[in-house]
Protein backbone atom coordinates (compact mmCIF):
# COMPACT_ATOMS: atom_id res chain seq x y z
CA UNK A 1 0.00 0.00 0.00
CA UNK A 2 1.13 3.62 -0.84
CA UNK A 3 -0.75 5.31 2.10
CA UNK A 4 -1.76 8.65 1.69
CA UNK A 5 -0.25 10.08 -1.03
CA UNK A 6 -0.01 13.97 -2.16
CA UNK A 7 0.87 16.40 -5.35
CA UNK A 8 2.61 18.41 -5.75
CA UNK A 9 4.87 18.41 -3.11
CA UNK A 10 5.67 21.79 -3.78
CA UNK A 11 3.99 24.61 -6.21
CA UNK A 12 4.90 28.45 -6.09
CA UNK A 13 1.42 30.27 -8.08
CA UNK A 14 0.74 33.89 -8.79
CA UNK A 15 -2.16 35.97 -6.77
CA UNK A 16 -5.44 34.79 -8.79
CA UNK A 17 -4.15 31.65 -10.12
CA UNK A 18 -6.16 28.79 -9.94
CA UNK A 19 -5.04 25.12 -8.74
CA UNK A 20 -6.20 21.62 -7.28
CA UNK A 21 -3.82 19.83 -4.97
CA UNK A 22 -4.35 16.08 -5.21
CA UNK A 23 -4.64 13.71 -2.75
CA UNK A 24 -5.60 9.70 -3.08
CA UNK A 25 -5.44 6.91 -0.43
CA UNK A 26 -5.52 2.81 -1.14
CA UNK A 27 -6.66 2.02 2.07
CA UNK A 28 -10.14 1.87 0.81
CA UNK A 29 -10.69 4.67 3.91
CA UNK A 30 -14.01 6.41 4.52
CA UNK A 31 -12.86 9.65 5.80
CA UNK A 32 -10.79 11.87 3.88
CA UNK A 33 -9.91 16.03 5.66
CA UNK A 34 -7.35 18.71 4.41
CA UNK A 35 -5.82 20.42 7.06
CA UNK A 36 -3.34 23.68 6.55
CA UNK A 37 -0.69 24.28 8.61
CA UNK A 38 0.78 27.79 9.41
CA UNK A 39 3.91 28.82 11.56
CA UNK A 40 3.33 28.56 15.01
CA UNK A 41 0.11 26.97 13.99
CA UNK A 42 -1.00 23.39 14.66
CA UNK A 43 -3.36 22.22 11.67
CA UNK A 44 -6.60 24.02 10.92
CA UNK A 45 -9.62 21.49 9.21
CA UNK A 46 -10.21 22.70 5.69
CA UNK A 47 -13.02 20.45 3.98
CA UNK A 48 -13.66 17.29 5.45
CA UNK A 49 -15.63 13.78 3.69
CA UNK A 50 -17.23 10.54 5.14
CA UNK A 51 -17.83 8.76 2.00
CA UNK A 52 -17.69 9.14 -1.92
CA UNK A 53 -20.59 12.18 -2.45
CA UNK A 54 -19.96 14.08 0.87
CA UNK A 55 -18.41 16.34 2.23
CA UNK A 56 -18.69 19.34 4.31
CA UNK A 57 -16.87 22.68 5.49
CA UNK A 58 -14.17 22.55 8.47
CA UNK A 59 -13.01 25.32 10.40
CA UNK A 60 -11.23 27.62 7.21
CA UNK A 61 -13.09 26.14 4.08
CA UNK A 62 -13.28 30.13 2.60
CA UNK A 63 -11.58 29.88 -0.54
CA UNK A 64 -11.13 26.76 -1.14
CA UNK A 65 -13.30 23.99 -2.62
CA UNK A 66 -13.63 19.89 -2.53
CA UNK A 67 -15.04 17.13 -4.15
CA UNK A 68 -15.32 13.62 -3.64
CA UNK A 69 -16.25 11.40 -6.55
CA UNK A 70 -14.36 8.41 -5.49
CA UNK A 71 -13.49 6.53 -2.21
CA UNK A 72 -9.49 7.20 -3.09
CA UNK A 73 -9.48 10.35 -4.56
CA UNK A 74 -10.08 13.78 -2.50
CA UNK A 75 -8.82 16.95 -4.46
CA UNK A 76 -8.73 20.52 -3.11
CA UNK A 77 -8.75 23.46 -5.48
CA UNK A 78 -7.91 26.89 -4.84
CA UNK A 79 -10.04 28.64 -6.93
CA UNK A 80 -8.32 32.06 -7.02
CA UNK A 81 -5.15 32.44 -4.79
CA UNK A 82 -3.99 34.65 -2.48
CA UNK A 83 -0.93 35.42 -0.54
CA UNK A 84 -2.81 34.29 2.86
CA UNK A 85 -3.14 30.80 1.08
CA UNK A 86 0.88 30.32 1.67
CA UNK A 87 0.68 27.57 3.36
CA UNK A 88 1.52 23.56 3.55
CA UNK A 89 -1.12 21.53 3.14
CA UNK A 90 -1.53 18.04 4.63
CA UNK A 91 -4.61 15.42 3.53
CA UNK A 92 -5.26 12.77 5.95
CA UNK A 93 -7.73 9.64 5.51
CA UNK A 94 -8.98 7.00 8.58
CA UNK A 95 -11.67 4.83 8.78
CA UNK A 96 -13.80 3.66 11.44
CA UNK A 97 -12.90 -0.03 13.54
CA UNK A 98 -14.87 -1.92 15.97
CA UNK A 99 -12.88 -1.14 18.28
CA UNK A 100 -13.30 2.36 17.83
CA UNK A 101 -9.76 3.36 16.99
CA UNK A 102 -9.93 5.66 14.54
CA UNK A 103 -6.52 6.05 13.30
CA UNK A 104 -5.44 9.01 11.08
CA UNK A 105 -3.10 8.22 8.02
CA UNK A 106 -1.39 11.89 6.94
CA UNK A 107 0.19 12.21 3.53
CA UNK A 108 3.48 14.06 2.99
CA UNK A 109 2.32 17.85 2.25
CA UNK A 110 2.31 19.85 0.13
CA UNK A 111 4.02 23.05 0.24
CA UNK A 112 2.12 25.88 -1.78
CA UNK A 113 3.87 29.71 -2.19
CA UNK A 114 1.28 32.58 -3.59
CA UNK A 115 3.19 35.84 -4.86
CA UNK B 1 -16.46 26.07 19.95
CA UNK B 2 -13.62 23.38 20.78
CA UNK B 3 -10.46 24.76 21.69
CA UNK B 4 -7.49 22.97 22.16
CA UNK B 5 -4.18 24.33 24.46
CA UNK B 6 -1.06 22.95 24.76
CA UNK B 7 1.80 24.07 27.11
CA UNK B 8 4.30 24.85 27.13
CA UNK B 9 4.85 25.42 23.06
CA UNK B 10 8.53 25.80 23.80
CA UNK B 11 10.43 23.01 25.79
CA UNK B 12 14.37 23.06 25.85
CA UNK B 13 15.63 20.04 28.38
CA UNK B 14 18.70 18.15 28.94
CA UNK B 15 19.09 14.62 27.95
CA UNK B 16 17.98 12.12 30.83
CA UNK B 17 15.88 14.52 32.18
CA UNK B 18 12.03 14.14 32.77
CA UNK B 19 8.98 16.09 31.72
CA UNK B 20 5.70 16.79 31.18
CA UNK B 21 3.55 18.49 28.12
CA UNK B 22 0.21 19.35 28.74
CA UNK B 23 -2.93 19.59 26.48
CA UNK B 24 -6.03 21.09 27.66
CA UNK B 25 -9.34 20.97 25.22
CA UNK B 26 -12.29 23.10 26.24
CA UNK B 27 -15.63 20.92 25.45
CA UNK B 28 -16.75 17.04 25.98
CA UNK B 29 -14.63 14.52 23.11
CA UNK B 30 -14.35 11.13 23.25
CA UNK B 31 -10.87 10.74 21.81
CA UNK B 32 -7.62 12.56 21.81
CA UNK B 33 -4.64 12.10 19.66
CA UNK B 34 -0.90 12.46 19.94
CA UNK B 35 0.88 12.95 17.32
CA UNK B 36 4.77 14.04 16.28
CA UNK B 37 6.73 16.06 13.59
CA UNK B 38 9.73 16.24 12.63
CA UNK B 39 10.63 19.52 10.51
CA UNK B 40 9.78 19.79 7.12
CA UNK B 41 7.67 16.14 7.73
CA UNK B 42 4.34 14.77 8.14
CA UNK B 43 3.06 13.83 11.15
CA UNK B 44 3.42 10.54 12.88
CA UNK B 45 0.42 8.78 15.16
CA UNK B 46 1.97 8.63 18.44
CA UNK B 47 -1.14 7.71 20.24
CA UNK B 48 -5.13 7.64 20.70
CA UNK B 49 -6.44 8.00 23.62
CA UNK B 50 -10.21 6.88 24.17
CA UNK B 51 -11.70 6.69 27.64
CA UNK B 52 -11.27 8.25 30.88
CA UNK B 53 -7.96 7.11 32.59
CA UNK B 54 -6.59 5.62 29.35
CA UNK B 55 -2.82 5.27 29.53
CA UNK B 56 -0.35 4.42 26.82
CA UNK B 57 3.29 3.91 26.81
CA UNK B 58 6.10 3.82 23.87
CA UNK B 59 9.53 3.72 24.29
CA UNK B 60 10.17 7.13 26.65
CA UNK B 61 6.80 8.54 26.25
CA UNK B 62 3.49 7.85 27.95
CA UNK B 63 0.47 9.75 27.34
CA UNK B 64 -2.70 9.68 29.86
CA UNK B 65 -6.10 11.27 29.62
CA UNK B 66 -8.33 12.93 31.83
CA UNK B 67 -12.01 13.51 30.07
CA UNK B 68 -13.07 14.74 33.75
CA UNK B 69 -10.47 17.36 33.53
CA UNK B 70 -10.51 17.45 30.10
CA UNK B 71 -6.35 17.17 30.15
CA UNK B 72 -3.96 14.84 28.63
CA UNK B 73 -0.75 14.77 29.13
CA UNK B 74 2.23 13.29 27.24
CA UNK B 75 5.39 12.47 29.74
CA UNK B 76 8.97 12.32 28.77
CA UNK B 77 10.89 9.83 30.47
CA UNK B 78 15.11 10.27 30.79
CA UNK B 79 14.68 12.47 27.40
CA UNK B 80 17.60 11.72 24.47
CA UNK B 81 18.09 13.60 21.23
CA UNK B 82 15.95 11.64 19.29
CA UNK B 83 13.05 12.77 20.85
CA UNK B 84 13.59 16.40 19.15
CA UNK B 85 10.73 17.14 17.16
CA UNK B 86 7.45 19.35 17.38
CA UNK B 87 4.51 17.19 19.66
CA UNK B 88 0.44 18.13 18.55
CA UNK B 89 -2.17 16.86 20.67
CA UNK B 90 -5.78 16.83 18.60
CA UNK B 91 -9.13 16.62 19.68
CA UNK B 92 -12.37 15.05 17.76
CA UNK B 93 -14.43 17.66 16.64
CA UNK B 94 -18.26 16.66 17.13
CA UNK B 95 -17.25 13.09 17.57
CA UNK B 96 -16.25 12.82 14.21
CA UNK B 97 -12.61 10.66 13.57
CA UNK B 98 -12.02 13.06 10.06
CA UNK B 99 -12.47 16.38 12.23
CA UNK B 100 -9.59 17.16 14.96
CA UNK B 101 -8.76 20.23 16.52
CA UNK B 102 -5.38 20.71 16.93
CA UNK B 103 -3.24 22.21 19.78
CA UNK B 104 -0.35 24.90 18.48
CA UNK B 105 2.40 21.90 18.90
CA UNK B 106 5.05 21.80 21.90
CA UNK B 107 8.38 22.12 20.17
CA UNK B 108 10.91 20.12 22.08
CA UNK B 109 14.97 20.38 21.72
CA UNK B 110 16.42 18.36 23.69
CA UNK B 111 20.41 18.88 24.08
CA UNK B 112 23.09 16.49 25.04
Known amino acids: NAGVTQTPKFQVLKTGQSMTLQCAQD?????MSWYRQDPGMGLRLIHY???????DQGEVPNGYNVSRSTTEDFPLRLLSAAPSQTSVYFC??????????????FGPGTRLTVT | ELKVEQNPLFLSMQEGKNYTIYCNYSTTSDRLYWYRQDPGKSLESLFV?????AVKQEGRLMASLDTKARLSTLHITAAVHDLSATYFC????????????FGKGTKLTVNP
Open chain 1, 49 to 55: SVGAGIT
Open chain 2, 49 to 53: LLSNG
Open chain 2, 90 to 101: AVNWEGGSEKLV
Open chain 1, 27 to 31: MNHEY
Open chain 1, 92 to 105: ASSYSSAGGIYEQY
